[in-house]
């Protein structure tokens, strides 16, 4: 049992449709069974006008107790670092957020742009745009890097963009019953962050003989030539499919990597970069030398069934 | 009598919305409409790859990315000329239909419907019955449509891989057609749904409920026993109860870009907009429908926190330059989109007006416009679209194997200019996109709510929201009821009044 606030700072609202998204756990299905109270959601809170600032002066007094403070979207600091593009009642967004932050028990950060910045910190952040506890994949966020909550905790990242939604409701739960977990190297829970989206795609095939499309619209694999983050991007859509039903790569579309800190990259995101016939990032851990090696041969055996694109991903 | 000023926040609509209302007595004399978010997503764009957009727009909005992302790819292919194989236009109206059907139950149940669960209805006659089907994320109509909306955007996720924030429609098509499974899986899927509303919502075939043509011939079906527990019929009877078709009319112009581009007829060099149900503007007091001209949309600043210009600027000589300037008379981040200097509404009604609904023109002559037949609205666009919806599943079906994707050439994306229009969930959207040396050289976007929650303009004309609360009498001022239907009646989405600054290079406006 775990009462929850839910803010939104400089967001898309795409987290929470997530949370809309997950059937099981559901939102409705925590609240009936009285695991999360819901004391502010903005799109779901039917409390009148002005009752989210009264729910805010209460916490930051100490009155009203807060187990798990949400917070999606990215903290806006300008213009001028007066937090003053994202406000409510004329007062910065960024600081209610640190004032609920310090009296929480535990804080999310709701989605890659909470988490690290996120695309609206994408060159030449016109907002001035940071994470919670993180600017990108470095310390410099509306937290300091050693700041914990209540405890004991850093800033949980539930990254991408938006949040699966069962990573969202599972967490959820986990914290709601005291159900240990462990964070990973950037303080993403491991449970969902330790596959690649690789894992799990169903162009695996193709990628494992080195068929490789050169343009979009096709069946085979998108690491190569258009720009699949896949191998590289850690992440669970190809082990738990989004709307109980596929992914973004097993749909024919490359993989952005947006649970990664540096989302969305500074490129063509719809080109690989590469060195010579290899792209610049290889899957995650792998030396160059080898996977080359292991390319070369592996194209090599490639059956004729794949290199006509016969399976269907 | 003496003035006073109040602020009001209100939620359940996506993003911040906040509001400025002066007060008479218990009488809205004056108001203004608060963006309160800047977020620069231009600027991200400027300098990007053309077809980064793909990624960057879709994640404006995360109740309406699809509508984005079908904006997005006609801006680009406008620029390239690039034609489209209706196979593609197709499964893209499809996926835009599924997420209109999503946002269109979502509002309704859980974002509208709340408030008639507010202590000030503790003893009306009908709260029992509200509050079975309407508590929030409790009542049978809440939880019904918690369901049926997750599962219609499974239709989404079959072409895109996931919704929200995909980016499987591409200049040329999109990255996968539909297969004899798919078919199988759309059907039931779009089945499922209307099964829910013909049961839950309706009480009647949804083509009967479609067949209604007139205000008088709503009521006797309204009227049957057999229904007068269900959903919408208690929508209907609670929002005329309190009066909420007699209040929050606002600026009497509907347009709309026109819905879902017709696979046949959408080709180069796209100098008509070949859309299934029609474009215009229709006025409600001659009911006349005028033809809808792209050109005519202009946007003002005059009381926005952006560097000023003159008068209104069309999006391709648009710029905005953020410059927060507290305390003057201007007070907000939405600029205010004009349709030949007219003040307009966007949404389902302008929608379903401009493709010639009968009942809905019948009700807003008789009544004029309203809250309760704007958000009675959005119910039969939902049911509308799923007809839609179900007739495409068929023609996708007759379409197996053929292309849907085309490849353009290299640099068919390299320089030009291009505009997309869809009709988003909450109306009309537009993408104009300027490209340069293969980079995007300007991109603005003109959101359905940047038309309905606009500020004044430079002639002092008041936005679409503002007129429709001014002139409204609160009961009480601490719990400003009739202001959350009103507003709410528009499904607001805040964070999709997004701003687009400036042109040419990558700027910086904060440290």
């Known amino acids: 049992m775990a009462n929850l606030l839910w803010m939104q700072t400089g967001a898309c609202s795409g987290d929470s449709m997530s949370l809309l998204n997950a059937d099981g756990p559901s939102i409705e299905g925590l609240l009936r069974s009285g695991e999360i109270e819901l004391l ?5 809170s039917d409390l009148p006008a002005g009752a989210f600032g009264r729910l805010v002066e209460r916490i930051e007094s100490g009155q009203q107790p807060l187990d798990i403070l949400c917070i ?22 960024m600081q209610i957020a640190a004032a609920l932050a310090a009296r929480a028990r535990t804080v999310v950060a709701m989605g890659t742009c909470a988490a690290f910045g996120g695309v609206h910190a994408a060159p030449p952040n016109p907002s001035d745009a940071i994470g919670l506890q993180y600017d990108h994949a470095d310390p410099g966020g509306l937290l300091d890097a050693d700041w914990r909550s209540s405890d004991g905790r850093p800033v949980i990242n539930l990254a991408g963009c938006p949040v699966h939604p069962l990573t969202i409701t599972r967490t959820l739960s986990m914290l709601a019953a005291d159900i240990p977990f462990e964070l990973d190297f950037l303080n993403r829970p491991a449970v969902f962050y330790s596959s690649t989206v690789h894992q799990g795609c169903t162009r695996n095939e193709y990628h494992e003989y080195d068929v490789e499309d050169h343009e979009p619209g096709g069946k085979a694999c998108m690491y190569f030539n258009l720009g699949c983050q896949g191998p590289g991007t850690l992440a669970n859509c190809n082990a738990e499919l989004w709307n109980n039903r596929s992914s973004k790569t097993r749909a024919g579309v490359p993989c952005f990597g947006c649970t990664s800190p540096n989302f969305p990259r500074d490129g063509d995101l719809f080109r690989t970069d590469k060195i010579g016939d290899v792209p610049i990032t290889l899957p995650l851990g792998v030396s160059r030398a080898r996977y080359m090696a292991y390319k070369n041969l592996a194209k090599a055996a490639a059956p004729v069934r794949l290199i006509k694109r016969q399976m269907e991903p | 009598m003496a003035r006073r000023t109040i602020g009001v926040d209100l939620n359940r609509v996506e993003g911040d919305l906040e509001f400025e209302v002066d007060l008479e007595g218990e009488r809205i004399v004056d108001a203004r409409c608060v963006g309160t978010l800047f977020r620069g997503f231009e600027q991200l764009l400027v300098d990007r790859a053309p077809r980064d957009a793909l990624v960057i727009t879709p994640r404006v909005c995360g109740i309406c990315g699809t509508a984005h992302l079908y904006a997005a790819v006609l801006s680009l292919e406008r620029l390239g000329g690039l034609a489209v194989p209706p196979q593609a236009t197709l499964i893209r109206n499809l996926c835009l239909m599924a997420e209109n059907v999503q946002s269109d139950l979502r509002q309704t149940f859980l974002f509208f419907v709340p408030d008639f669960v507010n202590r000030r209805y503790a003893n009306h006659p009908l709260a029992a019955e509200i509050a079975e089907a309407f508590a929030p994320l409790k009542g049978s109509a809440a939880i019904g449509a918690l369901g049926v909306s997750r599962r219609i955007l499974q239709v989404v996720a079959i072409f895109g891989g996931q919704w929200p924030h995909s980016s499987y429609m591409l200049p040329g098509g999109v990255t996968r057609g539909a297969n004899p499974r798919d078919i199988v899986d759309c059907r039931e899927l779009v089945g499922s749904t209307i099964d829910w509303l013909e049961e839950a919502v309706f009480g009647d075939r949804i083509d009967a409920f479609l067949a209604l043509d007139s205000l008088d011939a709503l009521e006797r079906w309204l009227a049957d026993p057999a229904r007068l527990r269900k959903a919408l019929p208690l929508l209907c009877r609670f929002s005329r109860s ?38 215009g503007l229709y006025d409600a007091d001659d009911g006349a429908l005028n033809a809808f001209d792209p050109a005519l949309i202009t946007e003002h600043v005059r009381h926005s926190w952006f560097r000023p210009y003159e008068g209104g600027r069309h ?24 349709y030949g200097e007219r003040v307009v509404e966007t949404g389902p009604l302008a929608e379903l007006l401009a493709a010639g609904d009968m009942l809905c023109r019948d009700i807003l002559t008789t009544l004029g416009p309203n809250t309760w037949l704007r958000q009675f609205a959005r119910l039969r666009r939902a049911a509308t679209t799923l007809t839609w919806m179900r007739s495409h599943v068929t023609a996708l079906a007759g379409r197996i194997g053929e292309p849907h994707f085309r490849n353009p050439d290299d640099d068919a994306l390299a320089e030009g200019d291009g505009f997309g229009i869809v ?16 980079r995007i050289a300007r991109y603005q976007i003109v959101t359905p709510t940047a038309w309905n929650a606009s500020p004044k303009d430079s002639q002092g004309r008041h936005g679409h929201w503002e007129q429709s609360v001014i002139g409204v009498t609160l009961a009480d001022p601490d719990d400003p009821v009739e202001l959350g239907h009103i507003v709410r009646s528009h499904d607001p989405c805040l964070v999709c009044t997004v701003h687009f600054a400036g042109s040419g290079k990558r700027v910086r406006y904060g440290i």
Request: charged share 20%; no cysteine; hydrophobic share 30%.
């Open chain 1, 72 to 93: 999606e979207g990215s903290i806006i600091t300008g213009p001028y670092g007066s937090g003053m593009f994202d406000s409510h009642r004329g007062r910065p967004k």
């Open chain 2, 423 to 438: 009709q988003a969930a909450r109306g009309m959207l537009g993408h104009w996109v300027q490209v340069r040396d293969g």
């Open chain 2, 242 to 279: 309190v009066g909420l078709d007699r209040i929050g009319g606002g600026a009497r112009s509907f347009l709309s870009g026109g819905s879902y581009h017709d696979p046949e007829r959408w080709s180069p060099p796209y100098d008509r907009q070949e859309t299934l149900l029609a474009a």
């Open chain 1, 40 to 44: 502010w959601h903005p799109s779901l």
């Open chain 2, 315 to 338: 999006p391709f000589a648009g710029e905005t330059v953020p410059d927060y300037q507290p305390g003057g008379d201007r007070y907000t981040w939405a600029k205010a989109p004009r």
